[in-house]
């Protein structure tokens, strides 16, 4: 047979295909005569056919046919084929393939040979892919190399016992007095391997810390291995851009930041020595600048001196300034992460950081962003805020939501006065409010109802602002909602702040109207609109007929929600004139009602009412949606009609968009209903309940008798029982009491029951007697539900228990089907 060709030539020959078929069909040729080689035995040739699928693997064909023929030229006696057999191991085989073990005593013999190259290429192998079987099959041999004066095989064995440690953690403790010594040799190549030995040692085990913080004195050692390489003259071997041995100075920080971390003594013995590298270190070349960067992170882990850290702050300071962009961009990251603890150090850069938003690269500009929010406080809220809205105006889109976010939770934590606070608001608005947060409009408008002094400045402001650009949809529905609850203002042109305007009644309905009929407006700004005009007609005297005009229009528009809108407005001019004026009144200071809030204010259905044995009113304020509505979650399906609130007569029941939907043509037959509040906002607003005004009156006198009580729901322990009474004179209305006892051993706790009916009937929860049901049924908490039911359908209802049980949250839903019929027909 003749001689294959060497690797040379197939490299030559592979290079001179012009097309991927042409070079296939080569290493295909190729790879058949290696394999009849293989087979043939032929010893003489086996090394250069390996080299040469070694190459061929690396320009990714499948070369596995190759491992036992590693495995041969391991066995051989040659140095050259031993070689390339362990490259080819540690290319072909990994701890996957049972054929690696084959390897485990052809590497002992060789850890053991008498020859260190051999000893080395043994080490690395092992380093490189040894299993966990054969780590812990050579871990001793390793060991042993570990303790040798041979610098050479000292550092290759250190290398090879990190990765023993990784494979199996449980021998680290072989490897321990064989560190005694390693820091104590001249050559750097040990020295580097050392302590990445001792830096993955510290690192995986706290005990193997401590025994090195304590026993060994580990810190005093590298302190004087770094002051040497600090102070140590120009040496050619080790110098990399005037410095020496970077590599090393980097590794040594990287395991004092790890002994310092959280050790007082160890920290303290350390801090002399990062301060003379944070100040003798050249940055004019990048080497420099990595070592820097290494000691301000090691600084600002370990418990160093106030003083030390305003240093490392500065060197950042500097790398901002620093024309690399990589330099810059770890600049802003290490500052972000600092900004917490020494936020007055990070302060004296708050120039710098600014300039870096005017950067072209979008990575730093987003630190630069996010580090900005971080540095703003009350004493430079004013200058920030107009840096960062300059930086909105221009920045790319992808930043807008984040930027405009970020200015929304400053303005409000640090405003210095609400007309400072508004102004800012409403420059977002104008310059990106289509990148807004949904609850930007809500949380706007709420603190504008509640700056009472500034609302003729606000309603001027946003008139003007949309006068003619509909595009900022968010800007347009706040401007919306005020000018429909402060037009008064703006005609009359009250407005103390700047120069008012002068505005008629025609021209406010003209802008109004324009927002209607734009191509731009979502139907949720048109619902903004609609109501806005439907308040002005209590605001303005001389326009009230174009409104009724404008309303019965949209009662025939193709957008439902405004067309269900626009019919119930027209209802109310109709049907429910004297209504109107109260219903459309302004809105009342808002409140933020949370449910861990207050303790006099009691959340039951999502809802806040009094709380039994205080006289202090509810918030007048709406609430939000989804704490009303958070009913529906359960009940899937739209023929339902969310819990309507218990609210005394003292406070009106609030009016929303979908206020006639409930009035139909039912004429009340009990005490007038209270004087219900101004229109809220389209998002928030709940209908009332038409029986509000019987809320302070006893239960009927005039009851019917005879309805059987009923079981509603009986499971794990509570009982929730129903019982029943019916007006004479109102015959449309039920009232339910609700009793809930527990038969368990444990109270439960922070009992809420919640209920729902569908559209066709009206549900209203008055306030529970209490939040706990006590144990062993020994009371229960009663709560009244009235319904109101015009059609004498049969009752459905849905209902929702959630409470605390033996230190768990319960909830469990339930429908009841199974009310006697005297209870509705």
């Not at 005017?358 to 987003?366: F, G, Q, T």
């Not at 990148?435 to 700056?451: C, E, F, G, K, M």
Request: charged share 20%; proline share 5%.
């Amino acid at each position: 047979m003749p001689a294959p060709i060497r690797l040379r030539e197939l490299i030559r020959t592979i290079r001179t295909a012009r097309t991927q078929a042409e070079e296939r069909e080569m290493i295909q040729k190729e790879c058949a005569a290696i394999r009849s080689s293989f087979r043939e035995e032929d010893n003489t040739y086996r090394c250069r056919n390996v080299a040469k699928l070694l190459y061929m693997h690396m320009l990714g064909y499948p070369a596995h046919f190759g491992q036992l023929e590693c495995l041969k030229l391991i066995a051989s006696q040659k140095f050259t084929d031993k070689r390339i057999g362990y490259l080819g191991a540690m290319l072909l085989l990994d701890e996957r393939q049972d054929v690696h073990l084959l390897m485990t005593n052809c590497i002992k013999n060789d850890l053991n040979h008498s020859t260190q190259f051999v000893q080395g290429l043994a080490l690395c192998t092992l380093g490189c892919m040894g299993s966990s079987e054969m780590c812990r099959d050579l871990a001793g041999e390793v060991e042993k190399l570990l303790k040798t004066s041979n610098s050479y095989l000292r550092k290759k064995a250190a290398l090879c016992a990190v990765h023993v440690i990784r494979k199996v953690p449980e021998l680290m403790e072989m490897f321990l007095p064989a560190t005694k010594n390693l820091l104590n040799e001249k050559n750097h190549g040990v020295l580097h391997t050392s302590v990445v030995l001792l830096t993955e040692m510290c690192e995986r085990s706290p005990d193997m810390l401590a025994h090195f913080r304590k026993n060994e004195k580990l810190v005093p050692q590298l302190v004087r291995i770094l002051k040497n390489l600090i102070m140590s003259g120009y040496s050619p071997e080790h110098d990399v851009s005037g410095i020496s041995d970077p590599f090393l100075q980097v590794r040594i920080l990287r395991l004092l930041r790890i002994l310092g971390r959280n050790d007082d003594d160890s920290s303290e013995a350390m801090n002399d020595i990062l301060a003379q590298v944070a100040t003798n270190t050249e940055t004019s070349k990048n080497v420099g600048n990595a070592i820097l960067y290494e000691t301000v992170l090691t600084i600002m882990d370990i418990k160093s001196e106030s003083g030390l850290r305003v240093l490392a702050i500065n060197i950042l300071g500097r790398f901002l300034l620093n024309n690399d962009k990589n330099i810059r961009y770890v600049a802003l990251t290490s500052l972000l992460k600092t900004v917490q603890t020494d936020h007055n150090a990070v302060q004296r850069h708050r120039s710098t950081i600014v300039d870096c938003l005017k950067d072209l690269d979008v990575s730093i500009k987003r630190r630069a962003m996010e580090l900005s929010f971080a540095l703003v406080n009350g004493n430079n809220i004013r200058g920030m805020m107009k840096e960062l809205l300059y930086f909105l105006d221009s920045c790319e889109p992808e930043f807008k939501a984040d930027c405009a976010s970020g200015i929304f939770l400053a303005a409000e934590k640090y405003a210095p006065s609400k007309r400072w606070h508004i102004d800012t608001i409403m420059r977002v608005l104008t310059t990106a409010g289509s990148y807004v947060r949904d609850d930007a409009v809500p949380n706007l408008i709420q603190l504008i109802t509640n700056s009472v002094e500034m609302h003729a400045y606000t309603v001027q402001r946003l008139y003007k602002a949309i006068l003619g650009d509909y595009s900022q949809q968010p800007l347009v529905q706040v401007a919306a909602w005020c000018i429909g609850e402060y037009g008064d203002l703006l005609v009359s042109g009250q407005c103390e702040e700047e120069e008012p305007i002068q505005v008629t009644e025609d021209e406010v309905l003209d802008i109004l109207e324009s927002i209607l009929i734009s191509n731009m407006s979502t139907s949720v700004t048109r619902g903004y609109a609609l109501t806005a005009i439907m308040k002005l007609s209590t605001r303005f005297s001389c326009t009230v007929n174009r409104i009724k005009k404008v309303v019965s229009i949209y009662g025939s528009s193709i957008d439902v929600e405004l067309q269900q809108r626009a019919v119930e407005y027209n209802a109310l001019f109709k049907k429910y004139d004297h209504m109107r004026s109260a219903l459309l009144e302004r809105m009342p200071v808002m409140e933020k009602v949370t449910t861990n809030g207050p303790s006099e204010i009691v959340q039951t259905n999502g809802e806040t009412e009094p709380a039994p044995l205080e006289t202090k009113p509810p918030p007048s304020g709406p609430q939000p949606t989804s704490q009303a509505n958070d009913l529906l979650d359960l009940l899937g399906g739209n023929d339902i009609t969310p819990v309507i609130p218990t609210v005394p007569t003292s406070k009106p029941a609030s009016a929303g968009g979908e206020l006639l939907d409930l009035l139909g043509d039912i004429t009340l037959t009990g005490a007038p209903a209270a004087a219900p509040t101004p229109a809220s906002v389209p998002q928030i607003s709940q209908p009332p309940f038409l029986l509000d005004g019987l809320s302070s009156q006893p239960l009927f006198n005039d009851i019917t008798p005879g309805i059987p009580s009923i079981t509603a729901y009986s499971k794990n322990g509570l009982k929730i029982e129903f019982t029943f009474e019916r007006s004479n004179t109102n015959p449309s209305v039920t009232v339910i009491t609700i009793q809930a006892s527990n038969s368990t051993e444990l109270d439960m706790t922070d009992f809420v029951f919640q209920a729902a009916v569908p559209k066709t009937f009206q549900l209203q929860l008055l306030s529970p007697s209490s939040s706990v049901v006590p144990a062993f049924n020994t009371g229960t908490i009663t709560q009244v539900i009235k319904v109101l039911n015009p059609q004498k359908q049969q009752l459905r209802m849905r209902i929702k228990l959630t409470y605390n049980h033996k230190g768990s949250a319960m909830q469990d839903l339930a429908e009841v089907n199974n009310f006697p019929p005297q209870s509705w027909q």
